[in-house]
Nanobody, 126 residues
């Protein structure tokens, strides 16, 4: 069974850092782009960042630019989201996702992603 499993969530103080990981099992997702989304309390799921298979194309939501960094290690079949200078507004369940192709104009659409993890909670205290 194909699975994406997030880890690394938790409670962090405002201004602090956290690193999320997304490990794939059951398949390698070879050639797939990886993305991170989040869903805050009472909010819709929104795109955070995405990275192509090669790492040559990376996209960020305006709200996290300069603070978050997406990366991947294809040998380990794992994706990462480094979160720095976090704010209370970053509080959400964070989901990782995978898709075959990455398009700069559609990467933020939830419907464009094929596989999803179960999510990991990130809570930022003020």
């Amino acid at each position: 069974q194909v699975q994406l499993v997030e880890s690394g969530g938790g409670l962090v103080q405002s201004g602090g850092s956290l690193r999320l990981s997304c490990a794939a099992s059951g398949r390698t997702f070879s050639g797939y782009a990886r993305g991170w989304f989040r869903q805050g309390p009472g909010k819709e799921r929104e795109a955070v960042a995405a990275i192509s298979w090669s790492g040559g194309r990376i996209y960020y939501a305006d709200s996290v630019k300069g603070r978050f960094t997406i990366s991947r290690d294809n040998a380990k079949n794992t994706g990462y989201l480094q979160m720095n200078s976090v704010k209370p507004d970053d509080t959400a369940v964070y989901y990782c996702a995978a898709r075959r192709t990455l398009n700069g104009s559609t990467w933020q659409l939830v419907t464009g992603w094929d596989s999803w993890g179960q999510g990991t909670q990130v809570t930022v205290s003020s």
